[in-house]
């Protein structure tokens, strides 16, 4: 009996995404007007021509909502206040106290602030859209949640169950509407599901990012998704969740071993977008991840550093064969560290007062990850009067603040920060001086 509760569980897990894009009334939603640009669906073909579309791909430091829409739990979410408060106003599900580097560059850019795939309706893709997942890995393992399933008889007596894993990349959505349709007017009597989907892995993110191609073929033809995709440009961060919140699975990996993994997976998914006509990629390396107000409460900070070194290595590493590779590859390489340590190291040169504390959390540095009060049973936090004077905003993600300097950075910064292209000069380059 194990197996075929198995199939129809995970399959299910598919369905509630579906519900959740119909039904969840979505109270954050934002248009931006404050940068003046209207959100207009009927968009001119000339438009698409004068400015690349952006596509983003990537964990909490990207994601601007997606998480609203599916069933995760508080640690996941960030669609309550303070979150957004500084900008906003009301909390869109943006890890920080307002705006994140995707909405910053696309205000450079000229592109209305790109929307979260899950978005209920969104059906416009002509700008772009964001896929980022916060707790999203390279690794579908990754945070990827677990379904557990109690057989009515057993929860009557003992409450015990069936503990399932989930492989999300292999559930497809139709198929899951159909098993589940069958498993509610057939065994559901039986049968007590209990789900925590906790992130959207890179993987689901890319399957996501085929299905917007084929929506766009369908409705604006061959030649012109081409045109669009080819033109578009791609933007990544990823690997955070991978290193810092490993699959027990990977206990015994060394660690080198573990990075070419994640590495691994993560370029398979550029070839992947490469493929699809993708040639402008934005790729970010990791951050000093024993920087942050969380690694420095938990102490474990020295383990960390050396962690995301190898790391941003093998990245770099691993980025220069892609481009050898692959004819026409073109990217920007964000030496997003450098900018963080930077402004670790001098404060006071980029107008921060507080650099080692969170603006809002608890617990020394306010490094416990409790801002909003929602998270894990800690109801109380601390939330600071400034939120400009900080670096980081809660312990794991920057303020409003930074990420317009981080953005503004990758947006026209020098070789030294970008490699060969800051993204001003990518969103420069027409397709027909891409090699295709
Ligand atoms: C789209 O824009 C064109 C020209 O600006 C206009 O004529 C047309 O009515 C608009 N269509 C919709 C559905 O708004
Ligand atoms: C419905 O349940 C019955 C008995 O429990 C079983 O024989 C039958 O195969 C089930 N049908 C489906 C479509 O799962
Ligand atoms: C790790 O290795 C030990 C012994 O080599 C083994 O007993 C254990 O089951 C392994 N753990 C995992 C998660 O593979
Ligand atoms: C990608 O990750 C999976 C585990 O999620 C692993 O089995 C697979 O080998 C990895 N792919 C590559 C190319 O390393
Ligand atoms: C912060 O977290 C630590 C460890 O989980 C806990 O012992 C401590 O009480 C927390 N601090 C506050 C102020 O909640």
Same mark, same amino acid.
């Given at each position: 009996m194990a197996i075929p509760y198995c199939k129809i569980l995970q399959l299910c897990l598919g369905l509630s995404l579906i519900f959740h894009n119909f039904s969840?009334? &979505?109270?954050? @939603?934002?248009?931006?007007h404050r940068q003046g640009?209207?959100?207009?669906?009927?968009?001119? $073909?000339k438009l698409i021509r004068l400015t690349s579309p952006l596509f983003v791909f990537g964990d909490s430091l990207f994601?601007?909502?997606? &998480?609203?829409? @599916?069933?995760?739990n508080p640690n996941f979410w960030?669609?309550?206040?303070?979150?957004?408060? $500084?900008?906003?106003?009301?909390?869109?599900?943006?890890?920080?106290n307002g705006r994140i580097i995707p909405d910053f560059i696309a205000k450079y850019a000229n592109l209305?602030?790109?929307?979260?795939?899950?978005?209920?309706?969104?059906?416009?893709?002509s700008y772009g859209v964001n896929f980022a997942s916060g707790?999203?890995?390279?690794?579908?393992?990754?945070?990827?949640g677990k379904v557990s399933c109690y057989r009515w008889q057993d929860v009557k007596d003992h409450l015990l169950f069936l503990r399932l894993d989930i492989?999300?990349?292999?559930?497809?959505i139709l198929i899951t509407s159909i098993i589940c349709y069958f498993s509610i007017f057939n065994i559901s009597s039986h049968v007590i599901i209990i789900r925590s989907l906790q992130a959207i892995s890179l993987k689901e993110q890319m399957m996501y990012f085929k299905d917007v191609e084929k929506q766009l073929r369908k409705r604006i033809g061959d030649r012109e998704t081409q045109e669009l995709l080819s033109n578009a440009v791609y933007m990544f961060d990823i690997g955070v969740n991978d290193l810092s919140e490993p699959d027990p699975?990977?206990?015994?990996?060394t660690s080198q071993d573990y990075i070419d993994i994640i590495v691994a997976n993560f370029t398979d998914v550029l070839k992947e977008v490469y493929k699809a006509g993708g040639r402008k990629f934005v790729l970010l390396n990791l951050l000093?991840?024993?920087?942050?107000p969380c690694a420095r409460a938990q102490n474990n900070a020295e383990k960390l550093a050396e962690l995301v070194n190898q790391f941003n290595e093998a990245l770099s590493r691993e980025f220069k064969k892609l481009e050898k590779q692959l004819n026409g590859f073109l990217y920007s390489e964000f030496d997003f560290f450098t900018a963080v340590n930077d402004r670790i190291q001098n404060p006071s040169r980029y107008?921060?007062?507080?650099?080692?504390?969170?603006?809002?959390?608890?617990?020394i540095y306010r490094g416990n990850y409790s801002c909003g009060g929602?998270?894990?049973?800690?109801c109380d936090y601390e939330l600071c009067d400034?939120?400009?004077?900080?670096?980081?905003?809660?312990?794991h993600h920057p303020s409003e603040k930074a990420y317009e300097q981080i953005a503004e950075l990758m947006w026209n910064g020098p070789p030294s920060m970008v490699?060969?292209?800051?993204l001003k000069s990518l969103f420069e380059i027409q397709s027909r001086e891409l090699a295709l």
């Open positions: 969840l009334a &979505n109270p954050f @939603i934002v248009d931006d640009h209207q959100n207009n669906n009927n968009l001119s $073909t994601d601007p909502g997606n &998480n609203n829409y @599916i069933d995760t960030s669609n309550f206040l303070p979150y957004g408060e $500084t900008h906003f106003e009301i909390a869109t599900g943006r890890f920080s209305p602030l790109i929307p979260p795939y899950f978005q209920s309706g969104y059906k416009q893709f707790g999203a890995g390279a690794l579908v393992e990754t945070h990827q492989d999300a990349v292999s559930r497809t699975m990977y206990r015994n990996f000093p991840l024993d920087c942050t107008g921060f007062k507080e650099v080692r504390n969170a603006c809002c959390g608890s617990g929602k998270r894990d049973g800690e400034n939120p400009q004077d900080y670096f980081f905003f809660d312990c490699g060969q292209y800051n």
